[in-house]
C-alpha cells in the first residue's frame, strides 16, 4: 500500500490523531522514541538574529594545507562570493588569490607548492572548468577550458607531474578518469567506462604516481568498487564484484594498505582498513550508525575516520598497532576532515578540522599531535554568540507504519506551553541525504523568531542503512510525505504548537516535498516556501542533466513504463488542491528544474502564489545578497501567514 495516498483525503484533524499504524515498519539502528512532553523551551534572554547577520558570518567550501604546511587554502565567501583565500597557521588576515562572481572549490595544491588548482562552473551552470592559481599569488589559468566537459575532484600525482581528475561530458550520465599531464597539458581518459550508470572519482595516487586508486559507483549509491588505473592504460579491480559499496578514501605512505567504507558488513556503511596484497580488511570500530573512512597519518600510524551518529558527526582516529579509538577532542556537532580533495593531514602531522554546530558557525580548527585543538579561523560575527542561540535537540517518532524516524529540532527560547507557537517542517534535499546537526541558517532565523523548527529524516535518508535509504523508491512523496506529516504532528504533541500554525520550506527535493505536502495534504500545512523544488518528473527528466537523468531513473523508474509512478509522485497531479500560500525561489540558470510551473499552475485557480528567480544563480544561491533575500522573503512570508 501506498501510505501517501491515504493522506490526501483526509482532514488535519485526522492527521493529527491517526490509530495504529499500518504496513511494516522500515528497520534502522535502534532509537528511543523521544515523549514529546520532554521538549524544554529554555527561558532566557532572547532577540531575533538579523537575517544579514547570518549571512555575513561566512561559510566554508573547501580548505587544504600549503605542501610546507605553513599556511592553508580556504574556499569562503568573506567577499559574499566563494573564492579562494590563503592564510598562515601562525595567524593572519586572509589574502585573497581569486576573484569572481562564480564559486571556487575543490582545492589541491601541487607538491612543489607553486600552483593551486580548483574548479568553477559559470553563473550555477553546473559545468566545470579546472583553473590553477600562484600560491605566492598571481594571474588565474583555466586549464582545461571544455565548455563541453565538466571537470572536478582533481588530485596532483605525488611527483607533481600529472593531475588526475573526474571528467563528464555534458551529454553523458557518467563521469570518467582523466588525467593531464602538466607539461604538456595533454589529457587523456584512462580507462573507458562499458556502462551507462556507472561513473568515476579519484581517491589517491599511488606513491611511484604511476597509478590512481580510483571509486566506480553506480548512480544510485547502491553499489560501488575500488580500481586501481595505472597510467599504462591497465585496469585493476581491487573489492570482490558483488552488489555492496566499496569506496576508498586513501592510501598508505607505504602503498600497503587503503583506507576504505563499505557496507559489506552489515547493509550500514563501516569503516576498515583494506590490505592490498591479500584483499584483508579490517573494520575499525563496527558500529550501528553510519561510518566514513578518512585519512591516513603521514607517519602511517593512524587512520581516520567519521562516525555520524544519528546525524551528528564525530572524527575518530585509530591506531594501527594497538586497535585504540580516540574521538577528536572538538565540540559536539559536526566534525569532519577540512579537505575534499586533499590530505587533511599537515606533513608533520597536524590535522585541519571543520567543526560547526546547531549554534556556532563553521570554522577550521587544527589538532597538533598531541591532541590539543586551537582554532584557525573565526568566521562569525560577534552577534551570532552560541550562547544566546537556541541548540538543537535529535529526537525520535514513529510514523504511521510504526518507521522511526530521527529528526533535527530547535525550540525557541520563552515559549509557553500553551498549544500557540508556530512551527516550520525542514525537509531536506536529496532524497539521499541527512540533515545533520549543523548550522542552518534557516533554522536559526526562524527559531529566534519564535518559531518552532523541525527538520526531519524520512525514509530515504541516508545515514540509517540501505534498507532505509532505498524505502521511498518508486514512491516519492508517497511514505516519506508522511513521515513528514508525522513529525507536524510530533510537534503539536509537544504542547508548544498549533496546530493551524505550521508551515512547511525546503530547497531541491525538500522544495519537491514541499510542493507535494501542500497538494497531496492541504489541510495540514497554513504555509509554504519552495524553493527550487521538482514539480514534475517528467519536465525534470527533459532539462536535467544526464548524470542527473540516470540518477532520476533509478529512483523512480522509466517515465513510459513506469507512468502510473511518475504520475503518482509529481505534485503537479495535486497541486490545484493545495491551500496554504506558497512563496517559489528559484535561480533563473537552473539546470534542473524548469522555473515557473507551480507558481503559474497556482495563480491559475486563484491560490495566493508569489514566485522570486535570482538572476545569476543555478540550482541554489550562492551569491550573498540572494541568500540574504531568499531567507528575509522566508521569513517575511511566514511571519505573514503564520503569524
Not at 504496513?23 to 523521544?34: K, L
Not at 512563496?583 to 514566485?611: F, H, M, W, Y
Amino acid at each position: 500500500m501506498r501510505i501517501g495516498w491515504k493522506l490526501a483525503a483526509v482532514s488535519a484533524l485526522a492527521l493529527m490523531s491517526f490509530g495504529p499504524a499500518s504496513g511494516a515498519p522500515v528497520q534502522g539502528p535502534e532509537r528511543a522514541i523521544t515523549d514529546p512532553k520532554s521538549v524544554v523551551s529554555e527561558q532566557k534572554p532572547t532577540a531575533p538574529v538579523p537575517v544579514a547577520d547570518l549571512y555575513f558570518s561566512r561559510s566554508l567550501a573547501d580548505a587544504a594545507w600549503s605542501p610546507d604546511g605553513k599556511q592553508v587554502v580556504l574556499a569562503t565567501n568573506l567577499t559574499g562570493r566563494f573564492n579562494l583565500w590563503k592564510m598562515s597557521v601562525d595567524g593572519s588576515w586572509p589574502v585573497q588569490l581569486t576573484r569572481s562572481d562564480d564559486r571556487h572549490s575543490g582545492i589541491t595544491l601541487s607538491p612543489d607548492g607553486k600552483w593551486v588548482v580548483f574548479q568553477s562552473d559559470h553563473g550555477g551552470d553546473e559545468m566545470y572548468d579546472l583553473y590553477a592559481v600562484p600560491l605566492a599569488g598571481g594571474e588565474t589559468t583555466d586549464l582545461t577550458n571544455t565548455p563541453g566537459i565538466s571537470e572536478t575532484c582533481a588530485r596532483f600525482s605525488p611527483d607533481g607531474r600529472y593531475l588526475a581528475f573526474t571528467a563528464k561530458p555534458k551529454a553523458s550520465p557518467i563521469g570518467e578518469i582523466a588525467v593531464m599531464d602538466m607539461a604538456t597539458r595533454q589529457v587523456r581518459v584512462l580507462h573507458k567506462e562499458q556502462t551507462a550508470d556507472n561513473g568515476w572519482r579519484v581517491a589517491a595516487w599511488t606513491p611511484d604516481s604511476r597509478t590512481v586508486i580510483a571509486n566506480r559507483s553506480d548512480v544510485g549509491s547502491t553499489s560501488g568498487s575500488i580500481w586501481k588505473l595505472g597510467l599504462d592504460g591497465s585496469a585493476t579491480p581491487v573489492t570482490p564484484d558483488v552488489k555492496v559499496r566499496f569506496s576508498a578514501a586513501d592510501i598508505s605512505a607505504d602503498g600497503r594498505r587503503l583506507s576504505v567504507s563499505s557496507n559489506l558488513k552489515n547493509g550500514q556503511d563501516q569503516a576498515g582498513v583494506m590490505d592490498l596484497k591479500d584483499g584483508k580488511l579490517t573494520w575499525l570500530s563496527p558500529s550501528p550508525w553510519e561510518q566514513t573512512a578518512g585519512d591516513f597519518s603521514p607517519d602511517g600510524a593512524t587512520v581516520l575516520f567519521s562516525s555520524n551518529v544519528d546525524g551528528r558527526l564525530d572524527l575518530m582516529s585509530y591506531n594501527l598497532q594497538g586497535g585504540q579509538v580516540i574521538k577528536a577532542p572538538v565540540a559536539d556537532g559536526f566534525n569532519v576532515p577540512a579537505s575534499n580533495s586533499a590530505s587533511s593531514f599537515s606533513k608533520d602531522g597536524r590535522l585541519l578540522v571543520l567543526h560547526e554546530a546547531s549554534n556556532t558557525p563553521t570554522d577550521l580548527w587544527v589538532l597538533d599531535r598531541t591532541g590539543k585543538a586551537s582554532r584557525l579561523t573565526n568566521l562569525s560575527l560577534a552577534s551570532l554568540d552560541p550562547a544566546r542561540l537556541p541548540t538543537s535537540r535529535i529526537v525520535h517518532y514513529r510514523s504511521e507504519d510504526g518507521t522511526v524516524i530521527s529528526a533535527v529540532l530547535m525550540v525557541p527560547f520563552n515559549l509557553k506551553r500553551d498549544g500557540m507557537a508556530p512551527a516550520v517542517v525542514v525537509p531536506h534535499g536529496g532524497p539521499t541525504g541527512q540533515t545533520q546537526d549543523r548550522f542552518s541558517r534557516t533554522a536559526v532565523a526562524l527559531a529566534s523568531r519564535g518559531y518552532v523548527v523541525i527538520q526531519p529524516n524520512p525514509r530515504g535518508s541516508t545515514g540509517y542503512g540501505m534498507a532505509f535509504q532505498n524505502a521511498n523508491h518508486q514512491d516519492l512523496g508517497g511514505g516519506d510525505l508522511t513521515d513528514e506529516v508525522y513529525a507536524a504532528r510530533f510537534l503539536t504533541e509537544t504542547g508548544y504548537v498549533n496546530r493551524k500554525k505550521i508551515g512547511i520550506t525546503g530547497g531541491s527535493y525538500g522544495g519537491f516535498m514541499t510542493l507535494m505536502a501542500i497538494g497531496k495534504t492541504p489541510d495540514v500545512w497554513a504555509a509554504a516556501v519552495s524553493m527550487y523544488g521538482i514539480i514534475n518528473w517528467y519536465e525534470m527528466l527533459k532539462h536535467e542533466d544526464a548524470s542527473l537523468q540516470a540518477y532520476q531513473h533509478s529512483l523512480i523508474g522509466d517515465p513510459v513504463a513506469d507512468k502510473a509512478v511518475y504520475d503518482a509522485d509529481s505534485p503537479m497531479t495535486y497541486i490545484r488542491h493545495a491551500k496554504a500560500p506558497l512563496l517559489v525561489l528559484q535561480g533563473e540558470n537552473d539546470i534542473r528544474v524548469p522555473r515557473g510551473q507551480a507558481a503559474e499552475t497556482l495563480k491559475s485557480v486563484g491560490a495566493t502564489v508569489d514566485a522570486h528567480y535570482y538572476a545569476e544563480e543555478g540550482h541554489g544561491f550562492v551569491k550573498r545578497e540572494n541568500q540574504i533575500d531568499s531567507v528575509q522573503r522566508t521569513v517575511d512570508w511566514f511571519d505573514k501567514y503564520l503569524k
